[in-house]
């Protein structure tokens, strides 16, 4: 860890045509999660395990277009079916962990559609984004990491 660790949230929240139970199954089967919960351009997967029960871990490494290697850890703390997810998980960035988080994904009906919210609190153990604002190139991925979620579940 550098001198000290920095302290940020931030939450995103989503309307979809979906119903709950689509949205869920998108965040809890193997073969919906690696659909959507993939790098941005250039970035390759090399490693993908997948565990989702409380307890369970998931862990996805990929290789971005920089050569920069990224390894995604995380447990499982609360599964609700169609209704939310508690997780941790650590971020990798060739081999110097510079994160570890908390989240949490919740979900409503709300008419035909589905109303989520996804709340994030990280510890930024080490400073990796150039501009200096490592919890704003988080929330930045994230929000990519909604899109793709979005465009699977059919918004």
């Known amino acids: 860890m550098d001198a000290g660790a920095t302290h940020a949230d931030f939450s995103i929240e989503r309307r979809f045509k979906a119903s709950p139970s689509r949205v869920y199954a998108a965040w809890a089967t193997a073969e919906a999660r690696a659909t959507w919960f993939?790098?941005?351009?250039?970035?390759?997967?090399?490693?993908r395990e997948f565990d989702f029960r409380e307890g369970g871990r998931e862990r996805v490494v990929g290789r971005k277009g920089t050569g920069t290697i990224s390894d995604f850890r995380a447990t499982y703390l609360e599964t609700i079916p169609n209704r939310g997810?508690?997780?941790?998980?650590?971020?990798?960035?060739?081999?110097?962990?510079?994160?570890?988080?908390?989240?949490?994904?919740?979900l409503w009906p709300d008419g035909k559609g589905t109303r989520m919210k996804v709340t994030e609190q990280g510890a930024y153990l080490v400073a990796y984004d150039p501009q200096g604002d490592d919890n704003g190139?988080?929330?930045?991925?994230?929000?990519?990491?909604?899109?793709?979620?979005?465009r699977y579940v059919g918004g």
């Open 38 to 47: 993939v790098g941005g351009h250039g970035w390759t997967q090399l490693i």
């Open 85 to 106: 997810i508690v997780f941790t998980y650590e971020m990798f960035l060739n081999d110097a962990r510079v994160s570890v988080s908390l989240a949490t994904v919740e």
């Open 137 to 150: 190139s988080r929330e930045r991925g994230t929000r990519e990491l909604m899109d793709n979620l979005e």
